[in-house]
């Protein structure tokens, strides 16, 4: 029997909203900060925290993190902590949409592949899988 739920994964970055945004083009959703929806009252420009709610329901979480420092992929002498696999029907019509988005390329040269691997405009390597 499991002791938990996964509840939400969240990435620390400088700007949450930013990255919310980000994510939201790329998977679709709703942001909302620690106020409420965009749209309410309160300065959600501040917020420390920033949910994306996906289309199935799922969420996404951001938050706040002074002196972010980006994880370095690959790094033989650190860990790149965590990536996302994000399923696409189409790699190079994703790739061409997650890059116009702000994402750079970490390793996405092996067009024989299945996947190709990127970093968020925050610096989180995340994977387009065609698999």
Do not use: I
């Amino acid at each position: 029997m499991a002791l938990a739920k996964l509840g939400v994964v969240v990435l620390d970055c400088p700007d949450p909203r930013a990255l919310a945004e980000f994510y939201a083009e790329v998977l679709g959703g709703t942001v909302e900060s620690e106020e409420g929806n965009a749209g309410d009252a309160g300065d959600a420009e501040d917020a420390n925290w920033v949910d994306l709610v996906v289309p199935d329901g799922r969420s996404l979480a951001f938050q706040a993190a002074p002196g972010y420092v980006a994880p370095r992929w690959p790094a033989p002498e650190g860990s790149q902590q965590f990536h996302l696999d994000l399923t696409v029907d189409d790699l190079d019509a994703a790739e061409k949409g997650v890059l116009a988005l702000g994402a750079r390329p970490l390793d996405a040269e092996d067009r024989s592949r299945g996947w190709r691997v990127y970093a968020d405009p925050a610096g989180h390597p995340f994977c387009l899988c065609a698999c």
